[in-house]
């Protein structure tokens, strides 16, 4: 039986099609927040209990009969979430699963300006901790989140931010093929991997540029302060909390921890990684 926790969010459901093609569905559980939002999976034979990480019966009861976990990683950092990472774990190793498998980060650093990297640190320190066979699939940065960066820009014509440094976008549906490889060709990937990227890292300057020859539009990158920024994002009504973890992820990039290019996935692949062109010519529109 393979667990996968957070079915109902775009990686975690995403990884679970996966295995739905390469397993038989009763081989395959999930452990999410709300049922009611999985009966589809449900209805394909996929086993479906509730799961939050905040409630250790609960996650021991979704977990039962796991020969292996995968913990996708919670969308929120700080203290709470390397709390949440742990109750998985401990779940996990309660039930007896002889693998667990963590969907971490290819910046993960205990000393990195973007928090949710100190939190990826901290969960990979305890699961070399936890005397079970684990694999930490150190994700690429989601290519998402750059065309989350680049909305306003789409209307504005103007990219503005904080000085950045090059970050290697790679996109969710090649990271949930890479997770169900490491499910179910146990062998390929064992310990902390690689980063698993795509093949190029791209500045806010080149993104820019892209979008720009997609869409007919001059886009500009402007830059301005981390302060500046700060206040903006403020200013438009984003919480203080998530303007704060913005402009720790520029100062980590500025620091080119979201740098790193590695062939670790396209080897798993068979293929190149969709690249953060291709990625944005099937979301912007001319």
């Known amino acids: 039986m ?3 926790t957070g079915a109902n969010g775009q990686l975690g459901r995403a990884i679970t099609e996966r295995l739905l093609q390469r397993v038989p569905a009763d081989r395959i559980g999930v452990s999410v927040r709300d049922p009611e939002k999985a009966t589809a999976l449900a209805e394909r034979g996929v086993r479906l209990r509730r799961g939050a990480f905040e409630d250790a019966a609960s996650l021991r009861h979704a977990f039962e009969g796991a020969s292996q976990v995968l913990i996708v990683s919670v969308n929120s950092a700080g203290e709470a979430a390397v709390r949440h990472h742990e109750a998985a774990l401990e779940a996990a190793r309660a039930a007896g699963a ?18 949710p990297m100190r939190d ?6 305890s699961l070399q901790r936890s005397g079970v066979a684990f694999t930490s699939l150190r994700n690429g940065f989601y290519a998402a989140s750059g065309l989350m960066l680049l909305e306003r820009a789409l209307t504005t014509g103007k990219l503005v931010a904080p000085e950045d440094g090059p970050v290697s976008w790679t996109e969710h549906g090649d990271l949930a093929d890479a997770a169900a490889i490491a499910l179910t060709d146990e062998a390929r990937l064992d310990g902390v991997t690689p980063p698993l990227t795509a093949s190029a890292a791209l500045d806010l300057a080149d993104i820019a540029a892209i979008a720009s020859e997609l869409i007919g539009r001059s886009i500009t ?3 301005v302060s981390d ?3 700060r206040e903006d994002m403020v200013s438009h009504g984003v919480p203080e909390q998530r303007a704060d973890l913005l402009v720790g992820l520029f100062a980590a990039s500025r620091q080119r921890e979201l740098a790193a290019v590695d062939s670790t996935l396209e080897r798993l692949l068979g293929r190149a990684p969709m690249s ?3 990625y944005l010519a099937t979301r912007l529109s001319p």
């Open 2 to 4: 393979i667990i996968v």
């Open 98 to 115: 002889r693998r667990i498998l963590y969907t971490s980060h290819m910046g993960a650093n205990p000393a990195s300006p973007f928090a």
């Open 120 to 125: 990826h640190a901290a969960t990979e320190a």
């Open 221 to 223: 990158r402007v830059t």
């Open 227 to 229: 302060r500046a920024f």
């Open 276 to 278: 953060m062109r291709h």
